[in-house]
């Protein structure tokens, strides 16, 4: 078992810290990780390969990894229940987790002393040698990556996807890599350096984790990091904020749900017909893609412009695209019952995805939606217009629930459910044939739910046991 250390019992990690120094010089020479979970459980196993010394700390008592960091990692240093200063001042460099803000006054405090802050993806862009596809967004990350690597996979391409969809990059580094497609984060970004992707997109910006920033701006200009060093820059002609952060870039690829320009990709209309277009050259129709929406339509033409700044061909691309159905818990297809549509967007964890969700299914007023969760100090204001003119009932769960009921207001009829079960009872109770019931709450999920995905399983599980 390691050394663990309760920093808020009567022990002193100062102490521990000076008795480490008095015993060994060199072995108070360690890196000090941040926040363990998924990430920094990674950060561990890629550090101790390398015989780095290691200490690890977490604010919380029992932390998502501890087991398994104890039972793997014997001679690890633990630090549980809170931030003691005289461990971060003792590092000689500092990791931090993505759920860590830099923002921490002991983080800070560290940095002003010179100590090195970096993240996960920073080590990971110091190790590799091969091109990456680097992908953020407010929304759609997931599934435009996980899109680039079945184009990649077609054209027999090595290319392996992870980052923030779910596995740390540290976790992807292979000898046998051809191309790496990471999402990335706006906490993965606070801090990178290193990274040189060959092409990098930011899909589009809407408020989110204003819980974590201090105003939308500043979550604006971290998501503006990622094109920092990129070669080839991939921008969304619709979104303004988006592409205001072109400039200085020589090179510059975009995209767009209307008429593209020479070199961009976007949408053109022939004999009536919606086409995939590369300037005013046609590549595929909309109608033989199997993802549903608008939103999803942009996410396509994302992932044709950063795969072809990638070097991935066109026509592997073209060929991964009519296969790939999208992920699941985004606006992901599920039953239909009674004439009545289920549709699962979980993964509508902002008003952002929850709007696009929305305005890509088209069925105007024939639409009953389900939201709420945890608001994430979200404003909720933007929903109003787009709910009042394509939903005719909204349900809402969760602890943050009267926020949006209060946007609402006037709007459309609101009714509280107690429980996916109990919201999936209520609209199938409410709905008519022809009628679409989307889940799509606009909400972190922790206050009910273990994730996104249990919440996304446990309304799945509902409408299946509905008659």
Not at 299 to 316: K, M
Request: glycine content about 8%.
């Amino acid at each position: 078992m390691g050394v663990t250390v309760d920093t808020l019992s009567s022990i002193s990690v100062a102490a521990l810290v000076t008795a480490m120094v008095m015993k060994d010089r060199q072995k108070s020479e360690y890196i000090l990780v941040v926040g363990l979970g998924v990430t920094g459980l990674s950060v561990v196993r890629f550090l101790h390969a390398q015989n780095k010394n290691i200490v690890v700390i977490d604010s919380r008592n029992k932390p998502p990894g501890v087991e398994e960091l104890e039972a793997e990692f014997p001679d690890v240093t633990l630090c549980l229940g809170g931030f003691d200063e005289a461990v971060f001042m003792a590092a000689k460099k500092i990791i931090i987790s993505p759920g860590v803000s830099l923002h921490e006054p002991v983080i800070q405090h560290a940095i002003k002393q010179g100590v090195r802050v970096v993240g996960d993806i920073e080590l990971f862009a110091q190790q590799v040698n091969v091109p990456v596809i680097a992908v953020t967004g407010s929304n759609g990350k997931s599934t435009v990556i996980s899109l680039l690597g079945a184009m990649a996979q077609t054209a027999g391409i090595n290319a392996i996807v992870g980052g923030n969809i779910g596995v740390p990059a540290l976790q992807i580094i292979s000898s046998n890599a051809d191309l790496y497609i990471l999402e990335l984060s706006s906490f993965q970004l606070e801090s990178l350096h290193s990274l040189r992707p060959v092409a990098a997109a930011v899909l589009n910006i809407s408020p989110d984790h204003m819980d974590r920033y201090e105003s939308y701006e500043e979550y604006i200009r971290t998501k503006k990091h990622i094109y920092k060093k990129c070669k080839v820059a991939v921008i969304n002609r619709d979104d303004s904020r988006v592409s205001d952060m072109q400039a200085g870039h020589s090179l510059v690829s975009g995209f767009t749900l209307n008429e593209p320009e020479h070199g961009d990709y976007g949408i053109r209309k022939f004999n009536g017909e919606a086409w995939l277009c590369k300037g005013g050259k046609q590549l595929i129709t909309e109608k033989s893609l199997k993802m549903s929406g608008r939103h999803n339509i942009a996410n396509a033409l994302a992932a044709l412009a950063l795969g072809e700044a990638a070097n991935l061909p066109l026509s592997d691309m073209l060929i991964a695209l009519t296969k790939f159905t999208g992920l699941p818990h985004r606006t992901q297809w599920i039953a239909e019952k009674n004439h009545v549509t289920w549709v699962n967007d979980s993964k509508g964890t902002n008003v952002g995805a929850t709007l696009a969700a929305i305005n890509g299914l088209q069925a105007n007023n024939k639409l009953m939606l389900i939201a709420g969760g945890i608001a994430k100090n979200a404003d909720f204001m933007p929903l109003r217009s787009a709910v009042c003119e394509k939903v005719r009932t909204v349900i809402l769960i969760g602890k943050d629930a009267p926020q949006i009921e209060q946007v609402l207001q006037g709007c459309v009829p609101v009714f509280y459910a107690k429980d996916m079960q109990d919201a999936v009872n209520i609209a199938a109770d409410l709905s008519h044939p022809g009628d679409s019931v989307l889940l799509s709450p606009a909400c972190a999920s922790f206050d009910m739910f273990n994730s996104y995905e249990h919440r996304g399983e446990m309304f799945v599980e509902a409408v299946e046991d509905l008659q």
